[in-house]
């Protein structure tokens, strides 16, 4: 049995759809906390970082959800993560942009909504994160027109994990992402996906915006 410490919606959510994709059975804590408050004491103990993902399978905490999806993929023989060579490569490559490079280009946006006071730089700043969102988009869109997933014919994590991440502009409708029309066939169909609407339903999350 595991637990996965999660955020409403976050990038926890990736894993929490893994684990449902997986047939899993997990408890779910949720470490929220009010505005300005720290994380819980026991939270802490558990990831000093203070951040989610963290699953803990037998006692064990493991962290990172790059970390994480790829410990679960191989536990559970998973064709979401293939075992060796270039194809494994090419799944870790898009899980890990999604995790270490469009994650942090997001990131950017609610840093700035959250730290920049004066109206104009932040508005500049979120500006110019959306643009470096949108040109990853581009890449990723390139290669959705070629195949129906980022790695090809097999859906895998990193797809999983992009659609959490894509989903966050519900967060900040007043700034649109565009999108090409092969992220967004993406989207609306790993969204749509059981095992993603049961994971919105059980951490009570509803998208504002139409993915
Ligand atoms: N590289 C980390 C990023 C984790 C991360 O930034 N998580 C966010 C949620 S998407 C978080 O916990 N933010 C709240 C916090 O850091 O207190 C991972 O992939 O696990």
Same mark, same amino acid.
């Given at each position: ?24 059975? %997990?408890?779910? *804590? ?12 026991? $939270?802490?103990? %558990? ?12 006692? *064990?905490?493991?962290? *990172? ?8 993929? !191989? ?21 890990? $942009? ?10 950017? %946006? $609610?840093?700035?909504?959250?730290? &920049? ?15 470096? &969102? ?6 990723? !869109? ?12 097999? &859906? ?15 967060? $900040? ?16 169909? &790993? ?21």
């Amino acid at each position: 049995m595991y637990t996965l410490y999660y955020l409403p919606g976050a990038c926890s959510m990736a894993v929490h759809v893994l684990l449902n994709e997986l047939g899993q059975k %997990v408890t779910l *804590e949720n470490v929220s906390v009010p505005d300005g408050q720290p994380r819980s004491a026991a $939270f802490l103990k %558990v990831n000093p970082r203070g951040s989610v993902p963290v699953l803990v399978d037998n006692g *064990e905490a493991i962290r *990172e959800g790059g970390a994480i999806m790829s410990y679960l993929l !191989d536990k559970h023989n998973s064709p979401m993560l293939p075992k060796a060579g270039k194809e494994r490569a090419l799944a870790l490559e898009w899980l890990m $942009f999604g995790n270490a490079t469009m994650h942090p280009a997001y990131a950017k %946006v $609610f840093f700035s909504m959250r730290n &920049i006071t004066d109206p104009a730089a932040k508005d500049q700043a979120i500006k110019a994160a959306i643009g470096q &969102i949108e040109k990853l988009w581009d890449e990723v !869109d390139a290669r959705l027109a070629q195949n129906p997933y980022v790695c090809g014919k097999q &859906i895998t994590a990193a797809d999983i994990l992009l659609t959490v991440i894509a989903n966050w502009s519900s967060y $900040f409708p007043q700034y649109p992402v565009k999108l090409g029309a092969n992220v967004k066939r993406l989207l609306k169909e &790993i969204t749509a996906r059981p095992t993603y609407q049961q994971a919105l339903k059980l951490e009570q999350v509803e998208y504002k915006a139409a993915a």
